[in-house]
């Protein structure tokens, strides 16, 4: 996209923004989603960010490529647990039994299990890549 057109685009996203907004306004619970917002922007900016700055600043003393097979697996965790964090910590129990009939106790296991599953698919591709790596050596140093 060249020119004009590149702006096609981002006026529709701001005008469905704008759209979502519209109903929010009118909304008894504004209030509340702007404070939800507030404290979720404060807790990430001064508590989360902090957290996973430290944790990847001890990375750097790994080889580039142990790095990112912790990298992505660790993403996935975080993302899987800021998005099922409500079941996890079992936060509105009653409305998820009554709207589904199904408790959220297996959250956490699930979660865990996914995490484990996350970190050995990329411990088993980093050693896929080292026996790799071996195998080649070796038929390199057979030609010689």
Known sequence: ????????PLVLCVA???YAVS??????????LLVWFVGAAVLHDLVLFPLYSAADRGLVRLPVAVRNH???PALGAGLTFLVFLPGIIRQGTESNVAATGLDQE??????????????????AVYAARVVALIKGRRSLSKID
């Open 23 to 32: 109903f929010w306004l009118v909304s008894p619970s504004l209030v509340r």
């Open 106 to 123: 297996p959250f956490l296991g699930r979660w865990a299990l996914l995490t484990l599953i996350l970190f050995a698919a990329s411990a």
């Open 70 to 72: 912790v990298r992505v």
């Open 16 to 18: 469905l923004a704008l």
């Open 1 to 8: 996209m060249s020119g004009r057109w590149q702006y096609v």
